[in-house]
């Protein structure tokens, strides 16, 4: 079944990320990095997916196989994670781990373009295929956190490991491309095209739009942790804050469906802007925890809204020819560019004002809204 297929494949991308994201730090502690060197470690692979991400992406494009590509590059990134867990000396490691985890922001907007494709072909219901990549992430933090508790940060590259062989193998069930099977023509992107999208103000509206809303969450994701232990909170309720996040991320995924049938993607957008204005204003004054536990169900729509919108826009109003370059763009637009500055302006002003830093991150979701707004505005006209 071809929702299956792609499901796995959520499953298996999202390991990697639930282990890398949280867990690699450690390892590369374990291994003797400074504070420093993991810093740079780790920030590295954000400046570069900035511009090799969409490079990959029209690569994609232009051959018309998107498949190829995502088996080509989960291979690829399992060869450098088999090489890095061998590695002891600083720059080899920061190379290596920067290869591999460029492997994985290059796979997932190839990943989405093939989902969404499958969506309009077949009537699929992306949410449903989307939301085991949620499940997943839970579960790798899970057996992350248990396993390093028991065997210290040195077993966290061969969880990866594991995680991303998973990924490679699960690339093969991806379904192919159309006419594959025939050799037919299939159109593919130029150039020019790509000059194009990038200047269209619709299209650019629509980056400031979703970018704005995600890189919203930059205060939370890098302080909201620590400025709840400060408070008193517990790790156990901090873990079932989370929790409830993704839970409620995951809810509306299953209902995507259905939502799409009342609201437009660029409305689902708004609607997160929306919800990250109320969210991050509230957080900026400490609510007390029944709050908090309302707060963390509006990530179903900072994120999540957000999230469904932008992939359902795409595929809506790009041609497919060009739709992995936008899914691209995209990326790197929100993760690279837009994520990377809200979370240098988080650590100016979370310093000298601590949770009044979430005030900025509602400006940035106000800013996504009006951004969203002329979007509409153009695409109606």
Request: aromatic share 8%.
């Amino acid at each position: 079944m071809l929702a299956a297929r792609i499901s796995l494949f959520y499953w298996a991308i999202f390991l990697i990320i639930g282990l890398q994201t949280p867990f690699l730090p450690l390892w590369l502690d374990a291994r003797g990095l400074s504070v420093t060197e993991i810093s740079i470690a780790g920030a590295l692979p954000l400046f570069i997916r900035i511009v090799a991400t969409p490079m990959v992406a029209y690569v994609a494009d232009r051959s018309g196989d998107h498949r190829r590509m995502v088996i080509t590059l989960a291979w690829s990134g399992l060869a450098c994670t088999v090489l890095l867990s061998q590695s002891h000396h600083l720059w080899p490691i920061i190379l290596l781990s920067t290869l591999m985890m460029l492997t994985t922001s290059s796979i997932m907007p190839l990943t989405e373009t093939l989902a969404m494709r499958a969506v309009r072909a077949h009537g699929l219901d992306y949410g449903r295929m989307r939301l085991w990549g949620s499940i997943s992430f839970i579960v790798a933090t899970l057996i992350g956190g248990a396993a390093i508790e028991r065997w210290t940060g040195s077993v966290v590259i061969w969880l990866i490991i594991g995680a991303v062989a998973l990924t490679a193998l699960a690339a093969h069930a991806l379904p192919r491309p159309d006419g594959a099977a025939t050799g037919s023509a299939r159109p593919r992107i130029s150039r020019a095209d790509v000059a194009e999208l990038v200047t269209s103000p619709l299209f650019l509206l629509f980056l400031a739009a979703a970018g704005l809303v995600q890189a919203a969450h930059a205060v939370f994701y890098v302080y909201g942790v620590l400025h709840w232990r400060g408070l008193g909170l517990s790790a156990t309720w901090t873990g079932a804050l989370w929790a409830i996040a993704v839970i409620a991320e995951i809810a509306l995924f299953a209902r995507s469906g259905a939502v799409l049938k009342i609201l437009s993607p660029l409305s689902l957008i708004a609607l997160g802007a929306i919800a990250a204005i109320v969210r991050w204003i509230a957080m900026a004054f400490d609510p007390p925890l029944a709050a908090l536990v309302v707060l963390q169900v509006l990530h179903a729509l900072t994120f999540g809204a957000t999230h469904i919108g932008t992939v359902h826009f795409i595929a809506q109003n790009i041609p497919p020819e060009r739709a992995g370059t936008a899914q691209a763009l995209q990326a790197s637009v929100t993760a690279g560019i837009a994520m990377g500055g809200a979370t240098l302006l988080a650590g100016q002003l979370y310093g000298p004002f601590g949770a009044k830093a979430y005030l900025a991150m509602a400006v940035l979701g106000a800013l996504g809204l009006a951004a969203a707004f002329m979007a509409q505005r153009r695409l109606r006209a």
